[in-house]
């Protein structure tokens, strides 16, 4: 079946601009989390949700950023007043769950590389 | 809070050698512990994971990894590597109980010449 999918691919703004990067998640999967992904670094978590609620949103940077999941399934994160430290791979995952159980896996999308001039 | 840490960043091998990629995590709970691989061009894939049980977890590809809980590691293996084995290789945890979030480590390159 099909797995998780992200768009854009790739992102390119200019510094202070909006952005929106959408997530696509595995049909039927009530879990999915947002990692952000710099250069030789591994991925780092940003925001999880159970269903359309934020369960742990610990790992956004600051108020600039925001992510949504209005019906329980395609998620939005927004980025306001872009900055160069922006600029990073953003990755989406979703799993059966959430509940961390022995099949309860992450499956990644490809990313949305964002460029931020 | 949990850390991650991968011992080698870049990690350069002859087809045929064996393989292993140290992963070393810090945390006072239980954890699930991850392998994931990235090859170059393709998205993060499930390698491995340990939930419980035998501590020595096989997964695709002839990989395989050993959960030692006294020295908080879980060491990545292959008894001998082929040239599509090229990729990033990523270790990662989750703490059992809590935030399904996974922390990685910042992932060990390796490539294998022909």
């Known amino acids: 079946g099909a797995g998780v999918s992200q768009t854009p691919s790739n992102k390119v703004t200019e510094k202070g601009k909006y952005v929106e990067l959408r997530c696509d998640p595995i049909?039927?999967?009530?879990?999915l989390y947002w990692y952000r992904q710099s250069l030789g670094q591994g991925p780092e978590f940003l925001i999880y949700?159970?269903?359309?609620?934020?369960?742990?949103d610990s790992g956004l940077p600051n108020d600039r950023f925001f992510a949504v999941r209005p019906e329980g399934s395609v998620s939005t994160l927004k980025i306001q007043r872009t900055e160069r430290g922006d600029s990073a791979v953003y990755l989406c995952?979703?799993?059966?769950?959430?509940?961390?159980?022995?099949?309860?896996?992450?499956?990644f999308g490809p990313g949305t590389r964002l460029t931020v001039l | 809070a949990q850390s991650v840490s991968q011992h080698n960043h870049h990690v350069i091998l002859s087809e045929a050698a064996s393989l292993e990629l140290g992963c070393n995590y810090s945390?006072?709970?239980?954890?699930?512990l991850f392998w994931y691989v990235q090859y170059p061009g393709q998205h993060l894939q499930l390698l491995l994971k340990?939930?419980?049980?035998?501590?020595l977890v096989k997964g695709i590809k002839g990989f395989e990894a050993e959960f030692i809980k006294s020295k908080f590691s879980f060491n990545l293996r292959k008894p001998s590597v082929q040239w599509s084995d090229t990729a990033e290789y990523f270790c990662?945890?989750?703490?059992?109980?809590?935030?399904?979030?996974?922390?990685f480590g910042q992932g060990t390159r390796l490539t294998i010449n022909p």
């Open positions: 995952a979703s799993s059966l769950m959430g509940a961390g159980g022995p099949t309860d896996t992450q499956y």
């Open positions: 049909s039927g999967h009530t879990a």
């Open positions: 949700f159970q269903g359309t609620g934020a369960a742990d």
């Open positions: 945390y006072g709970g239980t954890v699930n």
């Open positions: 340990y939930f419980s049980g035998d501590p």
């Open positions: 990662a945890v989750n703490a059992v109980q809590g935030a399904q979030k996974l922390v």
